[in-house]
């Protein structure tokens, strides 16, 4: 349940909300927007050089985490621009 905090503390870059706001631009959330961020703008982030993935409603990149992934960068990366709870709650 502590995984995220424990291994990967900085990659929370904000929460999944509703209609768009709080855009993101250039990997910062954008302020004011208040919404959060939307699934669209996570599935434009699935590539090994940018890669965000969902866990519990909370937006990760984890760019920076997939060569330290103890299960490897592949486990990330076939969740990368998706929501990856229910297979980050299996395994972790």
């Given amino acids: 349940p502590d995984v995220i905090p424990k291994y990967a503390p900085d990659s929370v870059i904000g929460r999944i909300g509703?209609?768009?706001?709080?855009a993101v631009a250039g990997g910062a959330v954008a302020a004011g927007?208040?919404?959060?961020?939307?699934m669209a703008e996570v599935?434009?982030?699935?590539?090994k050089?940018?890669?965000?993935v969902v866990v519990n409603g909370e937006v990760l990149d984890?760019?920076?985490f997939?060569?330290?992934h103890p299960?490897?960068?592949l486990?990330?990366?076939t969740f990368a621009g998706r929501d990856a709870t229910e297979e980050f709650n299996m395994i972790h």
């Avoid at 509703?18 to 709080?22: A, D, F, R």
């Avoid at 927007?33 to 939307?38: K, V």
């Avoid at 050089?49 to 965000?52: A, H, I, L, V």
């Fill in 33 to 38: 927007g208040g919404g959060g961020i939307t």
């Fill in 62 to 64: 984890v760019t920076s």
């Fill in 49 to 52: 050089t940018d890669c965000w």
């Fill in 71 to 73: 299960g490897g960068e």
């Fill in 18 to 22: 509703g209609e768009g706001g709080g």
């Fill in 66 to 68: 997939l060569g330290e």
């Fill in 75 to 77: 486990a990330i990366l």
């Fill in 43 to 47: 599935a434009k982030h699935n590539t």
